[in-house]
């Protein structure tokens, strides 16, 4: 059965279900992915070293990316052992990534030799048994403490802990027959539950050694998601006081924003999932969607909320269903997200057909700006929003011109 509310926005707008809800694509959900196919092939090219990081902003599209690079490497015969870390401390991970690899196992998707018995049923319950009854511990859960410690022992006979887990880890990459990825989704989620960015620091510096140290075998590899704040620091000397965190990952893999025409494709695969019928310059005009790349630089999530909210600013006006400058500026109301004004005014401006530079006394009137800053900011949302630049000659002066990229809004 299909559930969904239908809220007086979306009844508004003529959907069932919200476009721009945000969740991880996964499974079926995963028709709505798109682009990223740079970072997916680099991604598979980069399975024969030992450990390899996928970094980005917080809510740019890890977990996705992932789930879809999951799913592309196993229509090649990869085994995956797929780890989305649930624990709230950083006291499980080699018991979460153990249970992944005993399940694949038990699923005969994993083949050790026969010198190396490994029961994976038997282990898969002494590890699952283990996790729920220290996270019961940790939270001092009241079932836990009413049955008493003894209980808990009888439960576990012989508990894994994280020794025993990275040591029965290494036996099975020692005997394995068959080549196998382990991704670990949300593995900078650690950096809340720990005290600070050197502990969390130290903590991924640890994971990385036992990774070369205990399981590095070629063919298995180890792909865990990173916060970009944390790999830009990669190299950096820690305070002197707290020593200095020697560690590298093999391959570092960035997932950056999205450019305009990738935000374009997304916004449009989402309506026409949600059946809107219409073109994406039916859904918002190209001078908002261009406001809207000021203020997000990319970022699907922070575009999804404004989206909603621009919507709903919409519908509680009973304005036209059709986004405009003012119904974005009134979505990015209470968000760290704004629009520079003098960014929008050169935007608008290189909307006008016609071959535009920083040194055209027209465009540095219609901003505000003389020729440096126009072109220190010309430069700057080439960056952000993949500004096309062409040189032009005009006698024996040659002169860079920009121009907006072309969006397809009516198609």
Not at 64 to 93: C, Q
Not at 389 to 399: L, M
Request: glycine share 8%.
């Amino acid at each position: 059965m299909d559930l969904h509310f239908e809220t007086p926005v979306l009844k508004y707008w003529g959907f069932k279900e919200d476009p721009f809800e945000d969740f991880i694509l996964q499974g079926e959900s995963l028709r709505l992915f798109v682009c990223r196919h740079y970072e997916l092939h680099r991604l598979h090219n980069a399975l024969n070293t030992r450990c390899i990081g996928v970094y980005g902003t917080h809510g740019v599209g890890k977990s996705s990316f992932l789930r879809k690079f999951e799913k592309k490497i196993k229509h090649t015969g990869l085994v995956v052992a797929y780890v989305r870390l649930a624990g709230s401390t950083e006291k499980a991970l080699y018991r979460e990534i153990l249970a992944a690899i005993l399940q694949c196992h038990s699923e005969k998707k994993i083949k050790t030799g026969k010198e190396f018995k490994l029961n994976s049923r038997e282990e898969s319950k002494r590890v699952d048994s283990s996790i729920r009854v220290a996270k019961e511990l940790e939270f001092g859960a009241v079932s836990v403490m009413k049955a008493g410690v003894k209980q808990a022992k009888e439960i576990l006979s012989a508990p894994h802990d994280e020794d025993s887990a990275r040591l029965l880890i290494s036996k099975i990459i020692a005997n394995t027959k068959t080549a196998f990825v382990v991704i670990v989704d949300d593995l900078e989620r650690m950096e809340y539950f720990l005290k600070n960015r050197i502990s969390y620091a130290r903590f991924i510096a640890g994971f990385v050694r036992t990774v070369g140290d205990l399981f590095s075998r070629q063919g298995v590899a180890f792909v865990v998601s990173l916060d970009k704040g944390f790999v830009d620091q990669i190299g950096h000397k820690m305070p002197h006081d707290e020593g200095e965190a020697l560690f590298s990952f093999e391959e570092l893999v960035e997932l950056p924003n999205f450019l305009p025409q990738e935000l374009a494709d997304m916004i449009r695969k989402r309506l026409n999932d949600r059946k809107w019928g219409k073109t994406l310059g039916d859904f918002i005009s190209p001078d908002a969607f261009w406001g809207l790349m000021l203020a997000t630089g990319g970022h699907p999530r922070k575009g999804f909320g404004v989206l909603r909210m621009a919507m709903q600013y919409v519908e509680m006006r009973k304005k036209p269903r059709k986004l405009d400058m003012e119904s974005i500026k009134e979505g990015l109301k209470g968000r760290p997200d704004s629009i520079d004004d003098k960014d929008l005014t050169i935007v608008q401006f290189l909307s006008i057909p016609g071959s535009h530079s920083a040194s055209d006394k027209d465009f540095q009137k219609a901003v505000g700006l003389g020729r440096t800053s126009l072109l220190n900011r010309l430069q700057a949302l080439t960056y952000r929003l993949g500004l096309e630049v062409a040189a032009e000659r005009i006698g024996t002066t040659t002169k860079d011109v920009y121009s907006l990229p072309e969006i397809k809004f009516y198609v």
